[in-house]
C-alpha cells in the first residue's frame, strides 16, 4: 500500500548526488505518541524552520473567503488517490545562497 511504503521513508536522509547535500521526508507528528519526545521535538524544529523559509520565499495569497493564505495550504498538501500519489514540490534557497553554485 502507497501509505505505508511513504511510512518506511520518514526520517531517512537520503543523497542528492551533490557534496553533502541530501533530503528527507518528514511528518507533523504530535499525535504520535510512540515517537520519542527528542525526535518529535528535532522534526517539528525541522518543519518549522521550512515553513518559515517557505513563508519568506513565497509572497502570501490571501483568499476572500475565510481571509488565510492559501501558500499555507498549497505547502501542506498532498493527495493520495488510490496507489498514486499528487503533490507540488516546492523549491526555495535562502537568499543568501541564490545564485551561487553548489
Known amino acids: 500500500m502507497l501509505h505505508d511504503d511513504i511510512q518506511k521513508l520518514l526520517g531517512i536522509s537520503f543523497p542528492t548526488g551533490v557534496d553533502g ?3 528527507k521526508l518528514l511528518k507533523s507528528n504530535n499525535s504520535d505518541f510512540n515517537m520519542h519526545d527528542a525526535l518529535r521535538a528535532d522534526t517539528n524544529v525541522k518543519l518549522s524552520q521550512a515553513l518559515d523559509l517557505l513563508r519568506a520565499c513565497f509572497m502570501p ?3 476572500e ?3 488565510r493564505n492559501i501558500i499555507i ?3 501542506n498538501s498532498s493527495t493520495i ?3 498514486k500519489l499528487a503533490e ?6 535562502i537568499f543568501k545562497y541564490r545564485g551561487h553554485d553548489a
Open 21 to 23: 547535500l541530501t533530503w
Open 73 to 75: 495550504d498549497i505547502i
Open 81 to 83: 488517490h488510490g496507489q
Open 65 to 67: 473567503h475565510g481571509k
Open 88 to 93: 507540488m514540490p516546492l523549491v526555495v534557497t
Open 61 to 63: 495569497i490571501i483568499i
